[in-house]
């Protein structure tokens, strides 16, 4: 089976509509193949593609159709790229005030991976690719791109290394999602 989408929009209450989604996907041999989706928010360009293995669903799927499918060696994947960010994607929950003395311009990377629907199951990488900003005129910038990786639940900062008014600062620590523990 094939899905192809074109054009499409998504808008929630009053947040600002996903516009020209597109998406192309199939399900063949136990596997949903997401071969490209795309959308555009607030001038950002969301782009991805992945894979969802049925059996990652084996608890909520019938026997009888478990059956027919193959083995499967590998879990879900999927991967993501956003560009470019700006403050036109603060703007729903900022002030126009507060909008006004910020400048921002970023990009950034998704690599998620699972074998199970759990969120302490969930590995996987966010890269911040680049990054220019301002607040009220005080310069923020990366030395090198930011990364956060994820494993077991748990939100790391691998690198975070900024500058902000020409001062270096650097970040490090974690977070549970599912025990919220620091």
Not at 148 to 161: F, I, Q, S, Y
Request: glycine residues 10%; hydrophobic residues 45%; aromatic residues 4%.
């Amino acid at each position: 089976a094939t899905l192809h989408l074109a054009h499409g929009r998504v808008a929630a209450g009053s947040r600002p509509q996903v516009s020209e989604i597109g998406l192309r996907a199939s399900y063949g041999k136990g596997v949903l193949d997401v071969g490209a989706i795309r959308g555009v928010w607030q001038g950002a360009t969301i782009t991805g593609s992945g894979t969802v293995p049925a059996r990652l669903f084996d608890s909520w799927l019938p026997a009888s159709y478990l059956a027919t499918l193959p083995p499967t060696r590998t879990g879900a994947q999927f991967a993501a790229r956003v560009s470019p960010v700006t403050r036109a994607a603060l703007e729903p929950w900022l002030s126009v005030e507060t909008l006004a003395a910020l400048e921002l311009s970023t990009s950034a990377t998704l690599s998620l991976r699972t074998d199970r629907p759990a969120l302490d199951a969930l590995s996987g990488e966010l890269v911040l690719d680049q990054l220019t900003a301002s607040a009220s005129g005080v310069p923020i910038g990366q030395e090198k791109p930011t990364r956060l990786l994820l494993d077991n639940g748990r939100v790391r900062v691998a690198d975070l290394t900024w500058t902000v008014a020409n001062a270096r600062t650097v970040a490090s620590g974690n977070i549970g999602l599912v025990d919220r523990r620091i």
